[in-house]
């Protein structure tokens, strides 16, 4: 069985930071991400990264937000600084495994003004 649990996320002020984790089991993933989605918009991409390291930003997140990963440990991480209330969603991991593709339950980021 497929599982990816995240965790890490919570409340903080603007300008402060967080840090998601997603572990990953039952298979290995070529792309391991992060997506997002506020109350009353469409679910949007954060950042993915691939096996071999190769990464993608939103544009809104570039110069703010860190994604990394263990392939080891199947662990897929997300350092966010400089939290705008923008930023405010559940943010869902991500990962492509070999057939299909699957989805974390997401974890709650509330940045504050």
């Known amino acids: 069985q497929v599982q990816l649990v995240e965790s890490g996320g919570g409340l903080v002020q603007s300008g402060e930071s967080l840090r998601l984790s997603c572990a990953g089991s039952?298979?290995?993933?070529?792309?391991m991400g992060w997506y997002r989605q506020a109350p009353g918009k469409e679910r949007e991409l954060v950042a993915t990264i691939t096996s071999r390291a190769g990464t993608e930003y939103a544009g809104s997140v570039k110069d703010r937000f860190t994604i990394s990963r263990d392939n080891a440990r199947n662990m897929v991480y997300l350092q966010m600084n400089s939290l705008k209330p923008e930023d405010t969603a559940v943010y869902y991991c991500?990962?492509?495994?070999?057939?299909?593709?699957?989805w974390g339950q997401g974890t709650q980021v509330t940045v504050s003004s």
């Open positions: 039952g298979t290995t993933f070529s792309v």
């Open positions: 991500y990962a492509r495994g070999y057939r299909q593709s699957y």
